[in-house]
């Protein structure tokens, strides 16, 4: 089992929709749930990040962490064209190695 | 503020040639460093991280070296590269210490993408 899982998609959504991404895991060693997004040819940018189990919010964007089901999501409301991109979530525990996934692309349509 | 740079953008080289690629850092001191591997389908791999100068940490074992000659510089190396090594290459940075009960944020360069044929 992967430590951690993403479905690569693509997504594709209409302008204004609520868009639910979502990543798996297996240790349950980590503490620090990352999402990034990744436009295209262009470095990965921290877009949010949650400690331990909860919910945070951040504008359109909310990410959620379920540790008792090794599950996280992040929720893009009202979504934009320019949310179009390749997301990706992270996890890490006490170390500063980060675990990737894989990256969702996603595209929303005008 | 601080800034971290790579190049070439993009390199297309033969099977067989040798590679060099560099990552700096400006406006931080003693970041650690790390080099990352995006493959298509396969997501962010790290190759290499640093702690300071001289001091290189392997994580997956094959054709490619990284050195660190000075404190914000990080080279990647190959002496022959291999189909295989295609792919986008990410540098990153962070901060030494991390925030108190916080997150160590990595930051990102521009990448490099490379084609070898």
């Known amino acids: 089992q992967k430590e951690v899982e993403q479905d690569p998609g693509p997504l594709s959504v209409p302008e204004g929709a609520i868009v639910s991404l979502n990543c798996t895991y297996s240790?349950?060693?980590?503490?620090?749930f990352m999402w990034y997004r990744q436009y295209s040819r262009k470095g990965p940018e921290l877009l949010m990040y949650t400690y331990s189990s909860g919910n945070k919010e951040d504008g359109r964007f909310t990410a959620q962490v379920d540790k008792s089901s090794k599950y996280i999501s992040l929720f893009i409301r009202d979504s934009q064209p320019s949310d179009s991109a390749t997301y990706l979530c992270?996890?890490?525990?006490?170390?500063?190695?980060?675990?990737f996934g894989k990256g969702t692309r996603l595209h929303i349509l005008p | 503020s601080q800034t971290i740079h790579q190049w070439p953008a993009t390199l297309v080289q033969p099977v067989g040639s040798p590679l060099s690629l560099e990552c700096t850092v400006e406006?931080?001191?003693?970041?650690?460093l790390y080099w990352y591997r995006q493959a298509a389908g396969r997501g962010l791999q790290l190759l290499f991280y640093s702690v300071g100068i001289g001091q290189i940490s392997s994580e997956v074992p094959q054709n490619l070296s990284a050195s660190r000659p000075q404190d914000r510089q990080f080279i990647l190396s190959s002496k022959k590269l291999l189909l295989s090594d295609s792919g986008f290459y990410l540098c990153a940075w962070s901060p030494p210490i991390p925030p108190l009960s916080s997150y160590n944020e990595q930051f990102f360069g521009p990448g490099t993408r490379l084609t070898v044929l």
């Open positions: 240790n349950s060693a980590f503490q620090y």
């Open positions: 992270a996890m890490s525990g006490r170390d500063d190695k980060i675990i």
């Open positions: 406006g931080t001191s003693n970041p650690n």
